[in-house]
């Protein structure tokens, strides 16, 4: 079947089966990175936005995204944000592999756009599953982006 949908702002229309999950889709687009996740939706490494919801693309058919707004980690990466996800890890020393790094940033812009940032950090912290930093330390990488984006707008 053919669907039409956006895909970080850009129109594209494609054929896909129907047993095709999103997250298989994106990733022949190039838009997931990393190692595959659990595609039974607990690791997190999967995420992505649609129609401004944070979502798991990999329980998600290709089809149900007909007509919704698709925002991959990809769009984020040409934004301000990048810079402070970048600083902040930069700062901290800790550094996200290159198995969750997307689903991270998905998840700090959740975060960020949240008028409740603060007392949820540690809830988007959790977001993703992945031992390469620490939840606790996810929470300090996103405390300090959280700083700096306030500083920055101010
Ligand atoms: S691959 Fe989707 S949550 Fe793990």
Redesign the pocket.
């Known amino acids: 079947m053919e669907i039409s949908f956006s895909l970080n702002d850009a129109p594209i229309t494609v054929k896909v089966p129907p047993h095709l999950r999103l997250?298989a889709l994106l990733r022949d687009l190039g838009h997931q990175q990393g190692a595959?996740?659990?595609?039974?939706?607990?690791?997190?490494?999967?995420?992505i936005f649609m129609d401004d919801r944070l979502m798991?693309?990999?329980?998600l058919m290709a089809f149900e995204v007909r007509s919704t707004q698709i925002h991959s980690a990809k769009y984020w990466q040409e934004r301000r944000i990048m810079r402070y996800f970048l600083w902040a890890q930069a700062m901290q020393r800790l550094f996200f592999c290159e198995g969750c790094r997307d689903a991270r940033l998905l998840s700090l812009v959740y975060l960020l756009e949240r008028d409740d940032a603060p007392v949820e950090m540690t809830a988007c912290a959790s977001m993703v599953?992945c031992t390469c930093v620490s939840q606790h330390d996810v929470a300090r990488i996103f405390r300090l982006a959280y700083r700096l984006k306030v500083h920055d707008a101010g």
């Not at 996740?37 to 995420?47: A, F, K, N, P």
């Not at 798991?56 to 329980?59: A, G, K, M, Q, T």
């Open positions: 997250s595959r996740g659990c595609r039974d939706g607990s690791c997190g490494r999967c995420l798991h693309s990999c329980l599953q």
